[in-house]
């Protein structure tokens, strides 16, 4: 591709052939390189994301393993006052003043969890859906309580507490809202069929929100994640490698491989959804809902 009157650089810049003024090519378009000398120094300082939260209120569900503690760690340190909700107290719980111990798969619990975390914030301007769990079985196994148990926990839940929430943001006329999906809600494990079937319920709802609540300054997004390595992840493969009467290596081997296989070659980690998520509730995604999803194979 040639730009007349630029010539390209092996550097990636671009110099005009007149004056020799230097560009910098970002994708398919040129604009003028930052007058600095250390161009690594610039990138930094244009991507410091330290204070980017300052000052906002955000609820994490099940924050305290996995992806919710990688996410809420990721948010705290932009800035943000985050309360984060669990069945079971952790061991070592740091701010307890933050911290709502409750069950978000029921009616009760997702009450306590509006009431308190309003009570305390006073109202909020994220919320983050990430509770997710499921127990792999055949579907001839599977009752109609296996099935409302699944979709209790990743339905129900974030449909709860977006309802009970959301009248704080539409108060205030902005908010943001991220329910963590799966990429099961479109390539569904025989084993694990009725928290696909949920997750994939979840999109929809999300996207339907998402137009609905748009025009009041609200944005939602879904983020469907690919396998995470995560205690929960672990454990359901040595549950299949259980099942299959195989080592867990071969299990984690076969579930990859039965979810389309990873370009990359490696599951991916918490930090790397905790950090799409920081973006989407920050302002640098300001102009972003209902579009941002994640596509790495993944069970949960």
Not at 17 to 40: E, H, I, Y
Not at 217 to 242: H, Q
Request: glycine share 8%.
């Amino acid at each position: 591709m040639t730009l007349s009157p630029y010539t390209r650089t092996k550097e990636g810049e671009a110099h005009h052939l007149s004056s020799g003024t230097k560009f910098c090519w970002v994708g398919l378009c040129v604009m003028k390189c930052p007058q600095v000398n250390d161009r690594k120094e610039h990138m930094l300082a244009t991507t410091d994301t330290t204070h980017e939260l300052d000052g906002k209120r955000i609820l994490v569900t099940g924050g305290t393993a996995g992806m919710g503690e990688a996410i809420v760690k990721r948010l705290i340190s932009a800035g943000a006052t985050v309360m984060t909700t669990a069945r079971s107290v952790p061991p070592k719980l740091q701010t307890p003043d933050l911290f709502i111990q409750a069950d978000v798969s029921t009616a009760e619990g997702a009450a306590r969890i509006i009431r308190e975390t309003l009570d305390h914030l006073g109202g909020v301007d994220g919320l983050v859906n990430v509770v997710g769990d499921t127990s792999p079985k055949g579907v001839l196994d599977l009752s109609d309580e296996d099935w409302q148990q699944n979709l209790n926990v990743n339905l129900f839940s974030a449909v709860r507490l977006d309802r009970g929430l959301l009248p704080s943001m539409l108060a205030q006329g902005s908010g943001v809202i991220i329910h963590i999906s799966s990429i099961q809600r479109l390539q569904p494990l025989k084993e694990t069929l009725p928290y696909a079937a949920a997750k994939a319920a979840l999109t929809a709802y999300s996207k339907g929100l998402a137009n609905e609540v748009a025009s009041h300054g609200i944005r939602v997004n879904s983020i469907a994640p690919g396998m995470i390595e995560t205690a929960a992840a672990g454990r359901l493969i040595e549950r299949l490698a259980s099942s299959s009467g195989t080592d867990y290596d071969t299990a984690r081997q076969t579930l990859m491989n039965s979810l389309g296989g990873i370009p990359l070659g490696r599951p991916g980690r918490p930090e790397e959804v905790a950090e799409l998520v920081a973006f989407l509730v920050s302002d640098r995604a300001s102009y972003i809902t209902d579009t941002f999803k994640m596509h790495f194979p993944s069970p949960l």
